[in-house]
């Protein structure tokens, strides 16, 4: 251990005795006053219609100093000894800012004016999701028009707010008017502004008056088979499904119409319903729909135990699908139970008198 100790100290003695003998030489730091001018590069024009685009008022910092302004080509821009530069004709041109030991450089092109003729936009109606965004594109005419810089506004911020770039972000379910103005030609958008529709769950649905361990009969609700239940209908999967009563069981010959009613067991609003049918067959073309809010009823009587609101007959668009079509409710009502009535005239298939459905769903917000 003092071998070492020994060797350490020889290397410290070395590295001692070359800083004091000036061994070790740094070069010299030079620090020069630069100027800071905060735009590097600008763009000028020239001709009628200029305007204050001819010229430009540029500043160096530090602001107490005193620099130099001098243009490389003053045919094509010139500079004063404050910084204000003016384009002469068309071209490129170097502006130097120059303090007593350095210097910064700003890049200047210079343009003929061309004017805007007008301009048009690439939507004039949009809808946006609430949180969501869309972009409106600005198209001069002529295309090549100098500096078309729009300014943008919005009718009602609240709903829909938009920005210099021509981005509208939705705020809030509503309407508004969003303006683009340019050079005193405007243009003006439609934005709607909605709610991204939701699946309701359906874990948590009943249907009332449903017994499938009972054979026969018109009951509500009923089915006729127990492998073929209502609730195959919330389940998620197209493949299982709800086939009403059919064939002569129990003394009951299947006939239309065909019905269910849902329990939702709390209030939903309702704007569009999902049907599907069986993947491999057709039996049905269309249905009418029916609500109820959440109130006092008779599950025992499904026509007359519950105040029922006719909300439409919707026909399938698709009459040979068996993908999931949806189907748009006006005025969003709002319910608790649901009443789904396939009358004789939604038959599509004349040999078959019952139906079979694969998903039923409710979508809302």
């Known amino acids: ?101 350095d210097q910064t450089r700003i890049n200047v092109w210079v343009r003929s004016w061309i004017p805007l003729e007008d301009f048009t936009l690439d939507k004039y109606q949009v809808e946006v999701k609430r949180l969501g965004r869309v972009q409106i594109l600005l198209n001069p005419v002529p ?100 086939t009403s009563a059919y064939a002569s069981n129990g003394g009951f010959n299947s006939n239309y119409p065909h019905w269910f009613i849902v329990d939702m067991h709390r209030t939903h609003n309702i704007e569009q319903v999902m049907m599907q049918r069986r993947e491999s067959l057709v039996t049905n073309g269309g249905f009418e729909f029916y609500t109820c809010p959440d109130v006092e009823v008779n599950q025992d009587d499904p026509e007359n135990g519950y105040p029922w609101a006719f909300q439409g007959k919707f026909i399938f668009a698709d009459p040979n699908s068996t993908a999931e079509q949806r189907f748009v409710l006006k005025g969003s009502p709002e319910a608790r139970y649901l009443r789904v009535m396939i009358p004789k005239d939604c038959q599509a298939n004349a040999s078959r008198t019952f139906v079979d459905i694969a998903e039923f769903a409710i979508y809302g917000y």
Do not use: H
């Not at 130099?68 to 530069?85: F, H, K, N, R």
């Not at 809030?172 to 709610?195: D, H, M, Y």
């Not at 009972?214 to 492998?227: A, D, E, F, H, R």
């Open 143 to 242: 295309l090549n028009a100098s500096k078309v810089e729009a300014q943008w506004t919005s009718s009602n911020p609240e709903v829909a707010s938009v920005f210099e770039n021509g981005w509208i972000v939705g705020n809030e379910v509503g309407s508004a008017i969003i303006t683009a103005s340019v050079g005193g030609f405007t243009q003006q958008v439609k934005v709607e502004v909605t709610q991204e529709l939701i699946k309701y769950p359906r874990a948590k649905w009943t249907i009332p008056g449903n017994n499938p361990q009972v054979t026969g009969g018109p009951k509500i609700g009923y089915s006729s088979q127990s492998n073929y239940w209502l609730i195959n209908m919330f389940d998620g999967n197209p493949g299982t499904f709800w």
């Open 1 to 101: 251990m003092k071998k070492y100790r020994n060797y350490f100290g020889f290397i410290f003695l070395m590295a001692l005795e070359c800083i004091v003998s000036g061994c070790v030489q740094f070069d010299n730091f030079n620090i020069t006053d630069k100027p800071y001018v905060e735009q590097t590069s600008v763009e000028l024009y020239i001709g009628t219609g200029a305007g204050d685009y001819n010229r430009i008022q540029l500043v160096s910092n530090p602001k107490d100093k005193q620099y130099t302004w001098t243009s490389l080509d003053p045919s094509i821009a010139t500079v004063t000894q404050t910084g204000l530069v003016t384009a002469i004709k068309e071209g490129f041109a170097e502006i130097t800012v120059a303090s007593a030991n």
